[in-house]
Structure formats: C-alpha cells, structure tokens
C-alpha cells in the first residue's frame, strides 16, 4: 500500500529496476519466491515486487443490487 512501487528483475531489493507502478494498478501474480512476487502489470510489464506494496482485494461485479452470475465481456 505504497505510492509507486518498484519491479525489479530479480526477487531482491538489489535487483535491477525494470520498472515501476503506481498505487492502484491491478496485476496478476505469476510466482512466489519468499516474501516477492513476479508479477505481470497491464501492458505486459514483469518483473519481480515485495508482498508489502501488493494488497490482496477480491472483485466483485455487480449488476444493480444483485452479484453478477455470469461473466463480463469487457
């Protein structure tokens, strides 16, 4: 729950920087190494991120008042 966080190549705080999010952006977890995960961000960016920048938040879509039971298509 940071400002911006830092990906980086490897799983360590001295691995290089390959690139960087802002707080807010959703990503998909690829792998678990310890406390990093490698992720993947929108645009296809990787790279390895500390589990304490990453807050785990469950999506839930909504149609009015009711869960949707169905899929999105977009």
Known sequence: Q???AQLRSEASFL????GSLEY???VD?????GDWRQVTAPGGLTGWIHQSA???QKI??????????KSASG
């Open 60 to 69: 839930v879509m909504k149609a009015g008042s009711q869960d949707v039971q």
């Open 2 to 4: 940071i400002r911006t």
């Open 24 to 26: 807010g952006a959703r």
């Open 54 to 56: 990453l807050t785990p």
């Open 15 to 18: 691995g290089k920087l390959v």
């Open 29 to 33: 977890i690829a792998a678990k190494q």
